[in-house]
Nanobody
Framework: QVQLVESGGGLVQPGESLRLSCAAS??????????MGWYRQAPGKQRELVMA???????IYADSVKGRFTISRDNAKNTVYLQMNSLKPEDTAVYYC???????????WGQGTQVTVSS
């Protein structure tokens, strides 16, 4: 079973930046085959897709983060990153990574990393 470990969250002020990391435990060489996504869940809301990156490097994003967030991956490290700039209070949520696919076929969710944007 793949384990996902997210890190990099914290408390920041509006307009500041954070970089999230997500490491997947799997044998080298397999991670590159998977499309990966960053998701977030705010209190009282459903989990939503923030950004995704395909195995070929194409990206998908939610309109709410367009122009502010960037997703990248390092297949050699089995890691996907989320660079978040110009953070807003409405970005406050627990952020998770997982597979990205139309069948909603996910690995077990990690513990996530809390991002709080507040002045």
């Amino acid at each position: 079973q793949v384990q996902l470990v997210e890190s990099g969250g914290g408390l920041v002020q509006p307009g500041e930046s954070l970089r999230l990391s997500c490491a997947a435990s799997m044998s080298r060489g397999f991670f590159s085959n998977y499309d990966m996504g960053w998701y977030r869940q705010a209190p009282g809301k459903q989990r939503e897709l923030v950004m995704a990156i395909t195995s070929g490097g194409s990206t998908i994003y939610a309109d709410s983060v367009k122009g502010r967030f960037t997703i990248s991956r390092d297949n050699a490290k089995n890691t996907v990153y989320l660079q978040m700039n110009s953070l807003k209070p409405e970005d406050t949520a627990v952020y998770y990574c997982n597979r990205y696919n139309s069948a909603n076929n996910y690995w077990s969710w990690g513990q996530g990393t809390q991002v709080t944007v507040s002045s």
